[in-house]
């Protein structure tokens, strides 16, 4: 497990800090608000690199997602947070993340587990080869955008 990630930054709607909380817990059937955030990772040709959830996971096991996701620790920024995770779930070693929507939220339930954060999607644009930790990863794939926006549109539960 990844120790510096145990815990979830419990906040509220104006994203004032309320506590932390152990984050395989908190993720049940009432989530309270937290800190998450998530990062989308194109190559060069355009092409977006989704994961496969891993079978091992809480939430979402198996689950197609977009390249990174997580939650921040306390005090620390959503960039250094993406950079955290890109190096651990995928082995890569990224400076550029980029903040593209910084008020992004949701609120959804799959199998009993509620997400419930405040989540702020960014950017970050790699050709090397990522590494999956299979603890966190079980496939990888890179994905045209176009592709991957008509796939969203014409399936949207997938």
Known sequence: ???DSDYVVLVDRQNNVLGT???LATHNSNTPLHRGFSLFLFNSKGELLLQQRSHKKKTWPL???????????LNESNENAAKRRLDYELGLKINNVKMILPDFSYKTELNGIVENELCPVMVAFTDEKPKPNNNEVEDIKWINWQEFVTDVKNNPGK
């Open 21 to 23: 909380s152990p984050k």
């Open 1 to 3: 497990m990844d120790n």
């Open 63 to 73: 689950i197609w997602s977009n390249s990174v996701c997580g939650h921040p620790m």
